[in-house]
T-cell receptor
Framework: ETGVTQSPTHLIKTRGQQVTLRCSSQ?????VSWYQQALGQGPQFIFQYYREEENGRGNFPPRFSGLQFPNYSSELNVNALELDDSALYLC?????????FGPGTRLTVT | GESVGLHLPTLSVQEGDNSIINCAYSNSASDYFIWYKQESGKGPQFIID?????DKRQGQRVTVLLNKTVKHLSLQIAATQPGDSAVYFCAELMTTDSWGKLQFGAGTQVVVTP
C-alpha cells in the first residue's frame, strides 16, 4: 500500500452536475498530482499542487479545478460534468520525482 | 507531439517464463522513467525506475533496460507468476523548472497462463 487514500471509491453523477473528489497524501509528501484515466488508456495529467499552490496543469479545461490544504491533502472539483468525464480519477503524492498513486475514484456521468 | 508508447497491447506468458515488455519514447530531453503495474480496480503501483545516466537497473525479479540511442525502454520480469497478471505502464517524467508531470503510454496487458 502507498499510504495514499482517495474518496469516494465510486460515484455516479448526472451531466451538468458538479463533483468533488478527495485525496489524502502519503505522510510527509508535499506535492499532489491528479490524473484522469479513461477505460483502456493510460493516465492523463490534469494538474499538480505543491504547498497549496497549483504549479503545473495539463490540457484540461478550467472547469477542472483543485485545492491543496495545509496538511497536503487535496481536492479535485469538476463543474458542468460531461459524459466524457466518466473515468478513473487518480491522485499521486510525491516528495521527490517518485509519485505514489492512490486507488482512484471511479466517476460515472450519465 | 512527443509521447511515450508501447509496442504490444497484450502479452501472454506461461507461468515460470520470463516476460519482456517494451516501450518507445520520443522525448530525448526526459531523464527519468518509471514502470507501473496496475491491477484491476487499483491505482498504478510503482515497480522500478531508471534515470538517463543509467542503462540498466535491477530490482526484485524485475530489470529495466534503457537504450537512449534508439529511445527504448523495457521491463523484464523473471519467473513470471500468476500475481504478475496486470496492465503495465511505462511513464516518462517531463519536467520544467519547478514541476514534473508523468506522461504515460497506453499500457500492456500481461496475462500469465498456468
Amino acid at each position: 500500500e502507498t499510504g495514499v487514500t482517495q474518496s469516494p471509491t465510486h460515484l455516479i453523477k448526472t451531466r451538468g452536475q458538479q463533483v468533488t473528489l478527495r485525496c489524502s497524501s502519503q505522510s510527509g509528501h508535499n506535492t499532489v498530482s491528479w490524473y484522469q484515466q479513461a477505460l483502456g488508456q493510460g493516465p492523463q495529467f490534469i494538474f499538480q499542487y505543491y504547498r497549496e499552490e497549483e504549479n503545473g496543469r495539463g490540457n484540461f479545461p478550467p472547469r477542472f479545478s483543485g485545492l491543496q490544504f495545509p496538511n497536503y491533502s487535496s481536492e479535485l472539483n469538476v463543474n458542468a460534468l460531461e459524459l466524457d468525464d466518466s473515468a478513473l480519477y487518480l491522485c499521486a503524492s510525491s516528495l521527490t520525482d517518485e509519485q505514489y498513486f492512490g486507488p482512484g475514484t471511479r466517476l460515472t456521468v450519465t | 507531439g512527443e509521447s511515450v508508447g508501447l509496442h504490444l497491447p497484450t502479452l501472454s506468458v506461461q507461468e515460470g517464463d520470463n516476460s519482456i515488455i517494451n516501450c518507445a519514447y520520443s522525448n530525448s530531453a526526459s531523464d527519468y522513467f518509471i514502470w507501473y503495474k496496475q491491477e484491476s480496480g487499483k491505482g498504478p503501483q510503482f515497480i522500478i525506475d531508471i534515470r538517463s545516466n543509467m542503462d540498466k537497473r535491477q530490482g526484485q525479479r524485475v530489470t529495466v533496460l534503457l537504450n537512449k540511442t534508439v529511445k527504448h525502454l523495457s521491463l523484464q520480469i523473471a519467473a513470471t507468476q500468476p500475481g504478475d497478471s496486470a496492465v503495465y505502464f511505462c511513464a516518462e517524467l517531463m519536467t520544467t523548472d519547478s514541476w514534473g508531470k508523468l506522461q504515460f503510454g497506453a499500457g500492456t496487458q500481461v496475462v500469465v497462463t498456468p
